[in-house]
């Protein structure tokens, strides 16, 4: 594997389901992160871990739980999703100790939730 | 805080004829701006970057932009373009030495034939 990979890449669950991402990078990098991308709204940011420990969690709902156990693994665990919570999630990951934080991206994983 | 406006969210252009994707930013400071394409069921991935080096970027597929600080813009182009462009190209902005990215809303590029 190369990259960044994200699984599974497509899932359904009900709104009392418990689920969880899967991302992993096999690019050497510091730090990962969890993006949101609905229909016409821009990439939000969620999560962001930096040498492990979480620097970034953008007012998200706490029924999103990220853990990083390692800097090559990332998780969002969900439950209790809402329908509105419906759309694809991206992976990312970057070298922080570069000048520029050029971030490389997983296929996504496209949550549909009934 | 940074910002990132990317002006019409679809452009049309024939096979062959030039791409603009427009690009206005704003920044505190001098920022690190890029380019992402997304083609339909998959992530990100990077055309191309500009760290302050030289203000006309190249990146793949033809594709290049140029970094204009009076206008505060970082307008991408094309001059041929080609079936296989069409997808949705997002335009991105970093302060320096900030792990995180702001992107703009999208724009979804179609290729008439």
């Known amino acids: 594997e190369t990259g960044v990979t994200q699984t599974p890449r497509h899932l359904v669950m009900g709104m009392t389901n418990k689920k969880s991402l899967k991302c992993e990078q096999h690019l050497g990098h510091n730090a990962m992160y969890w993006y949101k991308q609905s229909a016409k709204k821009p990439l939000e940011l969620m999560f962001v871990?930096?040498?492990?420990?979480?620097?970034e969690n953008n007012s998200v709902p706490s029924r999103f739980s990220p853990e990083c156990p390692n800097s090559s693994h990332l998780f969002l665990h969900l439950h209790t999703l809402q329908p509105e919570d419906s759309a694809l999630y991206l992976c990312a990951s970057s070298q922080i100790q570069d000048s520029y934080n050029e971030q490389f991206f997983g296929p996504g994983t496209r949550l549909t939730v009934l | 805080a940074q910002s990132v406006t990317q002006l019409g969210s679809h452009v049309s252009v024939s096979e062959g004829a030039l791409v603009l994707l427009r690009c206005n930013y704003s920044?505190?400071?001098?920022?690190?701006l890029f380019w992402y394409v997304q083609y339909p069921n998959q992530g990100l991935q990077l055309l191309l970057k500009?760290?302050?080096?030289?203000?006309l970027v190249k990146g793949i597929n033809g594709f290049e932009a140029e970094f204009k600080k009076s206008e505060t813009s970082f307008h991408l182009t094309k001059p041929s373009a080609h079936m296989s462009d069409a997808a949705e190209y997002f335009c991105a902005v970093s302060d320096r030495g900030d792990e995180k990215l702001t992107f703009g809303t999208g724009t979804r590029l179609t290729i008439i034939p």
């Open positions: 920044s505190s400071v001098p920022p690190y």
């Open positions: 500009y760290t302050s080096a030289a203000t």
């Open positions: 871990y930096n040498f492990k420990e979480q620097t």
